[in-house]
């Protein structure tokens, strides 16, 4: 009898054990699809490190903050908009008009009017794509596409095909929020944590916030509910668009002087670190705090590269990774799988 009683004990931890390593190995599969892109940014702070001891050098964590904090702005806005289901590929070029309108105003008629001046230019492109998208219900990827070409036309136009540069560098107070520190931190590392904490409560804590997550997630239904979808939209561009005007003020006091295309291509970017955050494509998810720890993690990755030695050309290549990436690690959280159950 004891010889049956431990064959029996046997056969029946076999598959105990069995079905105890396939409930591991899926629950490591659900916890990497959602938080895989933080297991990668691990990995890639720990071989930046042994690579380069620089790298968590403090005055180089404050520098890569710094200069993270212009498309750090930007991404705020841009969270609203992929939340609500939509998508603003126009945030480069117009953070290019931004920043040379207002080095335009500048030396025309000040810096106390040329920076509200800037901002109302910006909120009416902003507010031109809303109605596009929101009220007339055209897809986004195409008018925020076509928007792209059109504003840096736009830039092109206004600018004379010219570089913009203050006269008078030393004897403005314009450069206060791209050149100063308040309490040894950098001013656009606290503009960059103002915004985000306006914009993180406004996201959380108030109905418009819920709003943009019941459109995201199911627009139809949001509708039906008495949710103005179309105002809702309309917003989230405005939103976007002061973002990036905020970005361009940064941009100007930084340098005061840029090119008219400092923006280009970093629509990509900054679509890049809100999808780092876990911001959806399909829209309905998203939050203002994952969106800042995407565009650090991005930061730091592009700021590790440098210090290992590889050209900067090259970032070009792994953001299109990383971008990859992001919607791989999006879609499996999304299905509970890493890998699709159709071949």
Known sequence: M???????????????ESGMNSFNLAGAGRLLA????????????????????????PDNIMGVIR???????MALGVTFVVISGN?????????????????????????????????????????FIGFLVGYLKLNSLIVTLGMLSAIHGLTLTY???????????EGTWFSVFGQSDVLGIPVPILLFALVASVLGILL??????????????NGTAATFSGIRRA????????????????????????????QNTVGQGLELEVLAAVILGGASLLGGSGTIFKTVIGVLILGFIQNGLLLVGLQFYAQYVVTWVIIILAVWLDIAAKRGKLWSPIA
């Open 159 to 169: 600018s004379g095909g010219k570089n913009m540069d203050i006269a008078d560098k």
């Open 204 to 217: 959380a804590k108030t109905p418009f916030g819920r709003k943009v997550y019941a459109v995201g997630g």
């Open 87 to 127: 998508l603003d590929l126009s945030v480069g070029s117009m953070m290019s008009f931004a920043t040379i309108v207002v080095l335009d105003l500048h030396d025309k008629i000040g810096p106390a009017l040329a920076i509200p001046g800037m901002y109302a230019m910006v909120l009416c492109l902003g507010a």
């Open 34 to 57: 959602r938080q895989g892109i933080l297991v990668a940014f691990g990995v890639f702070m720990i071989g930046f490190t042994l690579a380069n001891e620089r790298f968590l050098d």
């Open 67 to 73: 200069s993270s904090a212009i498309l750090g702005v």
């Open 231 to 258: 105002r809702v939209v309309f917003t989230c561009y405005l939103l976007s668009a002061f973002c990036v005007a905020t970005a361009g003020l940064l941009q100007a006091s930084r340098s005061l002087g840029s």
């Open 2 to 16: 004891a010889n049956v009683t431990d064959k029996t004990e046997v056969r029946s931890s076999g598959p105990r």
